[in-house]
Structure formats: structure tokens, C-alpha cells
């Protein structure tokens, strides 16, 4: 079965609002990271960890490798935020990583 | 810094033909991956190599061939091309140590 399940599939926020999006593992993964794929399909690497939080402007990532679940919050949304987030998770001793099927962002004025 | 190289951007085939697409990268990164995404979809793991000469199957690996030349170049081999097959091509590296993940541009794939 999916060992990444993304959720929600799809989001729409409106400009200067925020949300999470979230990554539930099935099973034991060392580490998560995070992506965003823009509209001309670019994949983009926001954030890796192996444990806690990590912050970078308007993003904030969390992993809790212990309940098996990660989070990304987006707070003030812009336009510009608008594409594909995809985290993408791995068991530890193995170099495998896998994708879940993402999360389609759509931020409005 | 540093940049990965997919090479043909666009590759339009036959159906039955052997294609090849072509990644390079100057980071100097130990693992190599190619994955596959349809449209609208995620990224499919197709194979993946930890070190020159090393070769892992991913998920999706029937159907396709890899080969790692040397420790800068991976590519993938599509072994017989489906017909209205359509999908881009993703090759991506990181450090042995297994940290971030950077990605190519990919090459997208149609086959008449």
C-alpha cells in the first residue's frame, strides 16, 4: 500500500491566509523532506529534516517521526505560493525516497 | 552550488522504439534518481543508484533500464515505448549522507 498519504488533495486560500498541509506515514521514516513544484514544473526544495521544526520565512515544517506524521503551515499566503507541495519520506537504511501524491495550492486575491 | 542537466528537454518517440534520456550533474553528489510523473500526479520512483556503477530498482522499474557511467551522469533507458504514452522524466541527486534532494527540469516524453 502507500506508505505517503498527502492530505488535503487540493486548497485554495486567499491572499495574507494561512494553512498546513500534511504527510502521514504508514510506516518508520528517518527523514522528510518538502517540495514545490511551481507552474512551470519545477521542483523546488523547501525543507529536509530527520526531527523537530523548521522555519524559513512565511513556511514552517514539522516532522514527528515517533507518530509518523509531518506538516507544512503557510502563513500570509501570496500568489506566488500557488503550485504543487509534495513531501517525499525515507525508512532509515535505505537511500529509497518516496513521494506522496501532493497537494494542489491555489492562493487568490 | 551547482546544476542538474536533463538532456533532450522534449523527446517525442515511436511506439516500440528503445528511447534514452540523459541526466548530468556537477554537485558532485554520491546518489542519483529518476523518477516518473504523469500528469496532475506525483513522482514515481523508477531507479535510483547510491554510488558509480550502483543500480537500485524503484517502484516502477519494469519497462525501463538505467545505467550509471560514472558518479556526475545517470541515465534511463525506456525499453520499448507505449503508445500515447505521455509523462516527464524527473532525475534528481543528493550526498551520501542523504540530505536534500535537487532536482533537473526534467524531459518531457510523448510517443505516437
Redo the contacts between chains.
Sequence with gaps: GDQVEQSPSALSLHEGTGSALRCNFTTTMRAVQWFQQNSRGSLINLFYLASGTKENGRLKSTFNSKESYSTLHIRDAQLEDSGTYFCAAEQGGSAKLIFGEGTKLTVSS | GGIITQTPKFLIGQEGQKLTLKCQQNFNHD?M?W?RQDSG?????IY?S?TENDL?K??LSEGYDASREKKSSFSLTVTSAQKNEMA?F?C?SRTIS??????G??TKLSVL
Design positions: 546518489t534518481y523518477y500526479k506525483g513522482l514515481r520512483l535510483y547510491i537500485q524503484g517502484d516527464v524527473l534528481a542523504n540530505e536534500r534532494l535537487f532536482f527540469h526534467g
